[in-house]
């Protein structure tokens, strides 16, 4: 009988196809194909490189086994199979269930931070679209969203052509630039939250909405910016299948975002509003931009009602006034926080640039442990029942 051995997989339900790990794997053991990223067994070394660069946790993944599944095997899944129960035939079973069992454990424990879909979210369909089979949607408008000549965002609609794409508030699409890289190969997608609710940016029309900072030297960024109405897209997705809204009228919903971080926010509000904002429970939203002028959306977030969103909106350049960021603002409102945290339907979403986690992360412990909460074990128990969701890049 073979020993037993712990096998990194990859969860082909969560991974948005970014190839973010296997551009970072040093020895070349991630690859793809048109259906699934894979980690070849023969290759792995469990360096662990890759764990955290994947930005949603679909790469720590790990199954105990007597033979690795293949790659072939890899590339044909729509989920991950289970963790199998091994059969322990030879004469020394005693020591074989131990290292069973010692596998097992180390193999949970690095799956620890991956995070669940609320219970009541609707269920996402995802990889639709594919690099082999992507789909095509139209630029039915482009508009500039800040008046900062230093942050230039963009809210740009695609038509999908009478094409099925449904989308969930929460998932992103990824957008293949045209041409090629420095070494002739074509651009990999690259990732986008939508930010417009699940019957479209216009309501029954089904059409999505991104939001898009251009970047110095981004290559898709400066593509998208730079788009006219009528231009072709071509497109793959849906992805994402946990940082979901809950179809719960009575869930109180935390958003902590910055920049662009704002598009999934949008999409959860709009969606809010849609189905009768004044009847669910009010949602609330630490926003944090440098000034008024590079806040996306600043206008139209003032036209939503308080009764449907409690904002927060925070700068950090504004002249003759000290910085602020989102962490203080919370802190500065830490009852109001506290009472979420303290609510077993509430949930919490995080969603923009990396550096904003630690801080954020340092707030809700400062404000959960005011409520004798440890924050610690309070996020785990929210991330176990699906009710923290963090998002950042």
Known sequence: MNSPLKQHLIDPEICIRCYTCEM?????????????VVVDPEICN??????PVCPTGSIDEWRVVNTPYSLDEQYAWEELPEQQELATTSPEEDEVDASV????????????????????????????????????????????????PDHDVRHIILETNGLPFP?????????????????????????????????????????????????GQGIASNYLCDLEKGADVQVTGPFGATFLMPNDPDARILMICTGTGSAPMRAFTMQRQRAGGGEMAAMTMFFGARTPESLPYFGPLKKVPEGVLQQHLVFSRLPDQPKEYVQDRMLSRAEAVADILRD??????????????????????????????????LRDT????????????
């Open 167 to 215: 989308v969930l508030e929460g998932q992103s699409v990824g957008i293949i630039p045209p041409g090629a890289d420095g070494d002739g190969n074509a651009h990999l997608p690259r990732l986008y939250s939508v930010s417009s609710p699940r019957d479209g940016e216009r309501p029954g029309y089904h059409n999505i909405s991104l939001t898009v900072k251009r970047e």
């Open 24 to 36: 970072t794997c040093p020895i070349g053991a991630i690859q793809h194909d048109d259906n699934n």
């Open 382 to 393: 929210m991330r176990d029942e699906g009710r923290f969701h963090v998002e950042t890049y």
């Open 46 to 51: 469990h360096c662990m490189d890759c764990i």
């Open 101 to 148: 069992a010692r596998l097992l454990a180390e193999a949970h424990a690095g799956a620890g931070g991956k995070s669940k879909p609320p219970a009541s979210a609707a269920k996402p369909v995802i990889n639709l679209y594919n690099l082999g089979k992507p789909v095509t949607l139209t630029v039915q408008g482009n508009y500039r969203l800040t008046r900062d």
């Open 344 to 377: 077993p339907g509430a949930y919490i979403y995080v969603c923009g640039l990396k550096e904003m986690e630690s801080g954020v992360e340092k707030a809700l412990t400062t404000i959960a442990e005011s409520t004798g909460q440890p924050w610690s074990a």
